[in-house]
């Protein structure tokens, strides 16, 4: 992305750098207060979403472009190194991102590598930037260990910044041990992606439940039947169903078991593709389905655990919004924090929290240069960049 501000002018810039405002979400009681002087306009927040987005991308863009040159990155200790190719030309909004995981596992590093190699050359978009990642492990689980969520972030941000890739338009899809990792990464980090195709892989513990706002694909060869890989595609693809059912908002989903073909699928699975480019990513959805996992996260979608709270594997919470209302549901911790943005609801009333089918409290959102800065120091995603934030408490 260039670092030219674009449709900003730059009176609207300078007012928007001196209307700083507590970040704190105010009590509100009666009736609506006026608003202060000192409140950032939905106009103001954006632009400067804008503007710390290229301020900070500017920064480190030496760090990223060296890095998306070597096509290596480097974090605590483990190394992910990639093949890349671009297909077709680029859309105004940008390109979008693929990211491909290869199969193998737990097997010399020689089959890991070839196996890396063939999976840059199976699937060509009509558009975009395919990356295949080498997992950096040769492990059994090499596509479920924790440092694959921060190494992909990393990836990710730096396609934004380097290549001007549409945060909106990065999906995942992977074969046999990658398809395993797609089971697995999906539900964790679902807010990364537009879409998600699994092939010829198997979930081990992973629940689909987490991802109700990303597309997922399930292919799989009929004959398939080693380690019940296509019992258990058939199985999660039931799942899917039921969860659509029950929630027909959430859950789209796409289910191709083919029959009488073995672990490779002679190139059928490549009709996930075009079913994946027909979607964005929702990154203000209106309902979150947020179940941890045995690799936790402190972030997803917009809401965001307290530092010091470590969820146990299995805890579920639920929110949805309802107007200007925030019903959460299920393990809510104490000090959880609610991300905001105009996209999500109306900034400018105040914001009622329900929890578990009882009132809370209400709130006048105050949006904050602070929190769209510290937002984007963590995830250099602008689209996802909260502007202001509810501390749900129990004061």
Not at 158 to 183: C, E, M, Q, T
Not at 321 to 332: A, F, K, M, P, S
Not at 370 to 388: F, G, K
Request: with cysteine.
């Amino acid at each position: 992305m260039k670092s030219n501000p674009t449709n900003l002018t730059s009176r609207t810039l300078a007012t928007a750098a001196v209307a700083l405002s507590l970040c704190a979400a105010t009590a509100f009681s009666g009736e609506a207060a006026a608003e202060p002087d000192d409140r950032l306009s939905e106009e103001q927040a954006a632009a400067l979403r804008h503007a710390i987005f290229v301020e900070i991308a500017d920064g480190e863009r030496q760090q990223r472009e060296a890095e998306m040159a070597a096509r290596s990155i480097e974090i605590d200790g483990f190394t992910m190194r990639w093949l890349e190719r671009t297909f077709g030309d680029p859309p105004e909004s940008g390109r979008s991102l693929w990211l491909s995981l290869h199969g193998g596992g737990n097997a010399p590093a020689q089959l890991n590598d070839s196996q890396w190699r063939n999976q840059i050359r199976l699937y060509k978009p009509e558009e975009g930037i395919v990356i295949a990642p080498r997992a950096p492990t040769n492990d059994w689980n090499l596509w479920h260990q924790p440092h694959i969520d921060t190494l992909f972030t990393r990836l990710i941000e730096n396609a934004i910044v380097v290549h001007g890739v549409n945060p909106d338009r990065v999906f995942l899809l992977g074969y046999s041990a990658g398809g395993d990792g797609v089971y697995q990464l999906a539900p964790r980090i679902p807010d990364r992606f537009a879409a998600a195709a699994m092939m010829a892989g198997h979930p081990n513990d992973a629940d689909l439940i987490s991802v109700r706002n990303l597309p997922f694909a399930i292919l799989m060869g009929g004959d398939d039947s080693a380690f019940n890989r296509n019992t258990v595609a058939a199985e999660k693809s039931q799942r899917l169903k039921t969860l659509q059912q029950e929630d027909p908002q959430g859950y789209t989903y796409l289910s191709r078991i083919y029959p009488g073909l073995p672990h490779w699928m002679d190139g059928r699975d490549a009709e996930a593709l075009p079913w994946m480019a027909g979607f964005s990513r929702n990154a203000w959805p209106d309902r979150v389905v947020w179940r941890h996992s045995r690799v936790p996260h402190q972030r997803f979608y917009w809401l965001q655990l307290p530092g010091n709270h470590t969820p146990e594997p299995g805890q579920t919470l639920i929110a949805t919004v309802t107007g200007n209302q925030i019903h959460l549901e299920g393990d809510v911790p104490e000090g959880l924090q609610i991300l905001l943005a105009d996209e999500l609801l109306d900034l400018d009333q105040p914001v009622e929290i329900i929890v578990n089918d009882a009132p809370h409290s209400v709130h006048q959102p105050r949006r904050c240069e602070e929190v769209i800065r510290q937002s984007l120091l963590n995830r250099l995603d602008p689209a996802i960049t909260p502007v202001a934030k509810i501390t749900v408490s129990r004061d």
